[in-house]
């Protein structure tokens, strides 16, 4: 698997980590004017946020050995 495939896979879970935050915020507060934002869903935003780092350093990484093989 190239990096730039698994820096688009990590981009992925990032975003699917992120979604399920708010899906599963809307359903604790279901019934209610406000979305329960709990503290015990904070490991989703943390993963999203390390799995959305990764996935761009493997892009940029994938990039920059990609121009020095042109050159």
């Known amino acids: 698997m190239s990096r730039r495939t698994l820096g688009g896979v990590f981009?992925?879970?990032?975003?699917?980590?992120y979604s399920t935050?708010?899906?599963?915020?809307?359903?604790l507060g279901?019934?209610?004017l406000?979305?329960?934002?709990?503290?015990s869903l904070t490991p989703?935003?943390?993963?999203?946020w390390i799995f959305?780092?990764?996935g761009i350093v493997?892009?940029?990484?994938?990039?920059?050995?990609?121009?020095k093989r042109k050159s």
């Open 11 to 17: 981009c992925f879970i990032a975003a699917f980590l």
């Open 21 to 27: 935050y708010f899906i599963c915020a809307s359903i």
């Open 30 to 32: 279901a019934g209610t």
């Open 34 to 39: 406000l979305p329960i934002y709990d503290t």
């Open 44 to 48: 989703l935003t943390v993963g999203a």
């Open 52 to 54: 959305l780092i990764a």
């Open 58 to 67: 493997f892009i940029i990484l994938a990039e920059m050995s990609n121009d």
